[in-house]
């Protein structure tokens, strides 16, 4: 099994910085894609920003040139930088992880419970 922990969410003012990361841990051989969500209450999740296991990244329209994903293969986290940070940037943002248990096992996709960023004006 596999478990997902976010950490680095918090309160900042509009125009701030936080950085986001995300740990797995458990039954792991390999993590293919991962990627960060976020859902504002009333308002459907949304991918913000994705990395493969190369390095290869895509990121949400409203987040380019703000937001930065990157992951290290060996401690199994990814992470989000966020600068200039807006209050529409407000949400609860999850980590998403394609993950390969053994070699022979199909791959699976996993949840973090999320961790809360609020930007005030």
């Known amino acids: 099994q596999v478990q997902l922990v976010e950490s680095g969410g918090g309160l900042v003012q509009a125009g701030g910085s936080l950085r986001l990361s995300c740990a797995a841990s458990g039954r792991i051989f390999r993590i293919n894609a991962m990627g960060w969500y976020r859902q504002a209450p009333g308002k459907q999740r949304e991918l913000v920003a994705a990395i493969t296991s190369g390095g290869s990244t895509n990121y949400l329209d409203s987040v380019k040139g703000r937001f930065t994903i990157s992951r290290d293969n060996a401690k199994n986290t990814v992470y989000l930088q966020m600068n200039s940070l807006k209050p529409e940037d407000t949400a609860v943002y999850s980590c998403?992880?394609?993950?390969?248990?053994?070699?022979?096992?199909?791959?699976?996709?996993?949840w973090g419970q999320g961790t809360q960023v609020t930007v005030s004006s």
């Open positions: 998403n992880a394609e993950v390969i248990s053994s070699l022979l096992r199909p791959v699976s996709d996993y």
